[in-house]
């Protein structure tokens, strides 16, 4: 992995922008243009989940509960438990488990960071992982490898 990708806070970074956009809907007009500048790469995103009403501020909300259960887990006295979509979370949340779901995060770290997962995507292959193997879990399995996300 290339150094100044492990400067990166990823994992407080992703948390923030997700938070930051959950509360756009709660400002003025005016106040709602200027935190666009904040979160200028996933400011379309957030807009057209904005403009989509109530359910798109709810996955917005989501997303965002979501990133911090995981930056949270271990002040909370938590594991956090890697998994795939194809496990349900339910499991893991009733034996007070956070999960991270791999394709889940790839996807969100696709939307919200201009860079993409790509840099991670590789340092999968890097460490040993095949490039045959989902790309969408390797974005968020790199990031973790990496030590740049969640402390697992």
Known sequence: MRPEMQEYNYDWLMGKTLAT???????????????????PYFKNIAKTLIDAGDPGIQALKMMSQYYENILTAHAQGKKIVATTFCNSPAILYAMDMVPVTFEMLTAIGSMVWKRGMFDYMD??????????????????????LGAVLGGL
Request: hydrophobic share 30%; glycine share 10%; net charge positive.
């Open 123 to 144: 340092f999968c292959c890097e460490v040993g992982m095949p490039e045959t193997s989902c790309s969408s879990q390797r974005g968020a399995l790199g990031a973790v």
């Open 21 to 39: 956009a959950a509360r756009v809907p709660l400002g003025t007009k005016k106040e709602t243009e200027l935190t666009y500048r904040y979160i």
